[in-house]
């Protein structure tokens, strides 16, 4: 995957995990297949929060893990949001079993945590976004691979985000 545009964050605490992440709500369109990568704890699912939050969403944002997906329509909006995580996923052939495929659509932003698990049947990201364990908080690396994802990451200031 070649990188069009890159941007390096740090994120001190959970609150500039959720602003970074409604900071860039107001930036998304679909479609867009957006990857999450990063430990146990490094503050994937709460990017979701935020950028949910962003969206309008005022419900719970949970983790995925044993659903697979969460989908979710923000008012105001003909967006719907999947949120994945295939965490638990033991062979790459569960996301053909579960038929995930058919949330993909001109409409759709997904969100996936844990792409790798899925093997080659995940579709190929037009943004990823790295999160890493930097003390006191953590590191994101957004990597733009299309044109489409870096129009999204270009009105975006991470300025305040940038150390």
């Not at 044993?66 to 052939?93: G, W």
């Not at 993909?104 to 093997?119: D, K, M, R, S, T």
Request: glycine residues 8%; negative net charge.
């Amino acid at each position: 995957m070649a990188v069009v545009a890159q941007y390096d964050c740090f994120l001190a605490d959970e609150a500039a995990t959720l602003n970074l992440g409604q900071a860039l709500a107001a930036h998304l369109a679909a479609p867009l297949v957006v990857w999450l990568e990063g430990d146990l704890g490094a503050g994937k699912t709460t990017l979701v929060r935020g950028l949910l939050r962003g969206l309008g969403h005022h419900g719970a944002v949970k983790s995925p893990t044993y659903a697979l997906v969460e989908s979710y329509r923000p008012p105001n909006n003909s967006m719907e949001i999947n949120h994945f995580d295939l965490y638990r996923f033991t062979h790459p052939d569960e996301w053909v079993d579960a038929g995930l495929d058919e949330l993909f659509h001109p409409e759709a932003v997904c969100l996936i945590e844990w792409p790798q698990q899925g093997g080659s049947h995940v579709p190929a990201a037009d943004l990823r976004l790295a999160l890493s364990h930097a003390e006191p908080g953590r590191q994101l690396t957004l990597s733009a691979h299309s044109a489409h994802a870096a129009a999204c990451l270009h009105p975006l200031d991470l300025s305040i985000w940038q150390k």
